[in-house]
């Protein structure tokens, strides 16, 4: 992901576009709107994890937001045509990228696939028949096409638009249907996951009547009377997405029949008939291929990781249980288990990983056949139960284990979601708070341990992208000198975000600032860490 906007939820009136770089900073005061924002990636993962009613899972395993009327902001109401007001949305942008190319069953779905990237948006409101919430609005853009799909409660297509075209459907002609449990962005066609290449001959739906448009415009182009030829050249055109220039060189190079090229030679990307020939074209390929977006966002949205502030603290012994533990949960209560997992070989790259890091290795302990307990073993040659450390270890612990097992590889393995080879995978890691409990140096410890995650996880072709809230200038600092003394991080891999309450109203404003190469902070706001 890219980039992520949000509107309305809670003090987040609006944010504008958060490109989002391999380290984020959020600061701010507190009630200033930046655990919000921290807490819309793990709901957004829930969300995509668990069958649901509508497009968001509100209340869940990661965090709660209560429901959509709790989430949102209270300064969200618009003024409507006869001079009342309305309650308004809830909407979220993300840009990410697709495959730029069907995906057919005869190519591996993960071929050395070129991408291309895109924005997404949906708008959520309350239903009036349900409890849930809806995609009221579902918008796209890609090369600067916008293309708009307004729905209603029962998930009815009622327009799309764009600059070039405007089509009403009827109401009953066609639905926007679930097809996965997890759909975030809507999925137009009942697609067969299977071989969701069917869509091309399907009859009687949207992608249908999309298709015949661009064939009927490509018979009164050409001239030619051959169904066939006419078929062609719309899967031709169809199979890819293009930039408007890219576009009109493949069809300026169909060779079809000497009226379509004499008529095509002439055209430029602002001439009337290609941008309507163009909208046509963008709209088939985002109707037919709508659970491929819908899927490569679910897959970058299931790789959040998510470490609460109040992490468990630890226990003197842990009760054993026979279970697979694939991550850290985001409290850290079921740490044990999985440090006892960890096979021997992954094992050694984490005590060197720590060791390196913090000066000392983390043991396991049968005490019984029942019970474990995590030990640490520092330079002295001595191994002490957690429990006996300060409460500081146990609060670190989790953030240091669960930064290990993404970086190095090994929680993909263990989830048989190995690194594809072809591409980088998308990891976010949203932390809150890591300095909690921690003394100054073990704070700049931390700063170094996110600068060695980002580059081992780029080391084993993992895109790991890391959202921290923190009030520590420690932290912070040792960013600066780490960019200065060039370690491993340069000024181009850390964004800081600032929130801040609005005087008047408690709505979050957000400003930016950045490293030097001198890692020196720009455009600080003077006497922000000031008491």
């Known amino acids: 992901m890219e980039s992520i906007a949000i509107h309305n939820l809670r003090s987040l009136k609006n944010t504008g576009d958060i490109s989002l770089k391999p380290i984020n900073i959020l600061v701010g005061t507190n009630s200033s709107g930046k655990s919000t924002f921290l807490r819309v990636f793990p709901l957004l993962r829930q969300s995509v994890e668990r069958k649901t009613m509508g497009p968001i899972l509100w209340n869940g395993e990661y965090t709660d937001f209560g429901s959509f009327e709790t989430s949102l902001c209270n300064y969200s109401t618009i003024a409507t045509k006869d001079g009342t007001s309305e309650t308004n949305h809830i909407s979220f942008d993300f840009e990410f990228s697709i495959p730029r190319e069907t995906y057919t069953p005869y190519r591996r779905r993960h071929e050395g696939q070129e991408k291309i990237k895109i924005k997404a948006s949906i708008k959520i409101k309350k239903g009036n028949f349900t409890e849930s919430s809806y995609t009221n609005?579902?918008?796209?853009?890609?090369?600067?096409?916008k293309v708009v799909f307004e729905l209603d409660e029962m998930g009815v297509i009622g327009r799309i638009s764009s600059p070039t075209i405007y089509w009403e459907l009827r109401k009953q002609e066609i639905k926007y249907q679930r097809t996965i449990k997890d759909t975030l962005l809507p999925v137009f066609i009942n697609t067969n996951l299977d071989n969701p290449y069917t869509f091309f001959n399907e009859k009687g739906q949207m992608a249908d009547a999309l298709l015949k448009q661009i064939k009927r415009k490509l018979t009164e182009y050409s001239g030619s009377s051959s169904e066939r030829k006419t078929h062609d050249m719309a899967k031709y055109l169809t199979r890819k997405l293009e930039s408007p220039?890219?576009?009109?060189?493949?069809?300026?190079?169909?060779?079809?029949?000497?009226?379509?090229r004499q008529k095509t030679q002439s055209w430029s990307t602002s001439n009337s008939e290609f941008l309507f020939l163009s909208a046509l074209i963008d709209w088939y390929f985002i109707v037919t291929n709508s659970f491929v977006i819908n899927n490569e966002i679910t897959k970058i949205l299931k790789n959040v990781h998510y470490i609460a502030p109040l992490r468990a603290s630890t226990e003197r012994y842990y009760r054993?249980?026979?279970l697979g533990v694939e991550e850290i949960d985001h409290k850290g209560s079921n740490l044990a288990m999985f440090i006892r997992n960890i096979y021997h070989v992954d094992r050694d790259s984490l005590d060197k990983w720590t060791k390196d890091n913090f000066d000392f290795r983390i043991e396991n302990s049968d005490d019984s056949d029942s019970?474990?307990?995590i030990r640490i073993?520092?330079?002295?040659?001595r191994s002490y139960n957690i429990s006996d450390m300060g409460f500081g270890y146990s609060q670190i612990l989790p953030i240091i284990v669960q930064l290990w097992a993404i970086s190095s590889g090994y929680e993909l393995k263990m989830k048989n979601n190995g690194v594809n080879h072809n591409e980088f995978t998308s990891v976010i890691v949203a932390i809150e708070q890591p300095e909690l409990h921690l003394h100054p140096k073990m704070q700049a410890d931390i700063a170094v341990v996110f600068s060695k995650a980002i580059k081992l996880a780029e080391e084993n072709r993992i895109n790991l992208k890391l959202i921290i809230e923190t009030h520590s200038q420690t932290l912070i600092s040792k960013l600066g000198d780490m960019i200065c003394l060039g370690d491993d991080i340069s000024s181009d891999d850390v964004n800081i975000i600032l929130f801040e309450q609005d005087n008047e109203k408690p709505l979050t404003k957000i400003s930016y600032s950045s490293f030097n190469e001198d890692g020196v902070l720009k455009s600080w706001p003077y006497g922000f860490f000031n008491y």
Do not use: P, V, W
């Open 137 to 145: 609005e579902y918008k796209i853009i890609i090369n600067d096409n």
């Open 245 to 260: 220039e890219e576009r009109l060189n493949r069809i300026k190079a169909i060779s079809s029949t000497m009226k379509f």
């Open 320 to 322: 054993f249980q026979d």
């Open 371 to 373: 019970h474990l307990s």
């Open 377 to 381: 073993s520092r330079g002295d040659g």
